[in-house]
């Protein structure tokens, strides 16, 4: 539960090499878990842009969309879920429609 400690790393990592994959994701979970979404969408908006096909990514994209009631953000994830992850997509439409229904 270092999660100061955790983003003050990853934060000089992302300095260092900006587009880093493992990065983006690590600072991304870091968000989800210190539940800090506003920080977290930014974030998984550019690794989603390198890595559109990563399983976890997407779902903390529904995820975080969901949280932040942000629709258009919701629309580009789960397009990139239709396209990469269609298995994923009943499951990932049904938390969204809950998600904007309250």
């Known amino acids: 539960w270092m ?15 900006p587009n880093s994959p493992n ?3 690590s600072l991304a979970v870091t968000y989800h878990l210190d539940r800090q979404p506003e920080k977290e969408r930014p974030v998984l908006k550019r690794y989603l842009a390198l890595d559109p096909a990563n399983p976890q990514a997407l779902r903390l994209g529904i995820q975080t969309a969901g949280l932040l009631k942000d ?3 919701a629309d580009q994830v789960l397009a990139l879920m239709r396209q990469h ?8 439409e ?5 998600a904007f229904a309250n």
């Open 3 to 17: 999660f100061a400690e955790s983003e003050q790393f990853l934060l000089r990592s992302q300095a260092l090499d």
């Open 23 to 25: 990065t983006l994701m």
């Open 71 to 73: 629709k258009e953000f």
């Open 85 to 92: 992850n269609p298995a994923a997509l009943p499951l990932a």
């Open 94 to 98: 049904a938390f969204v429609t809950e």
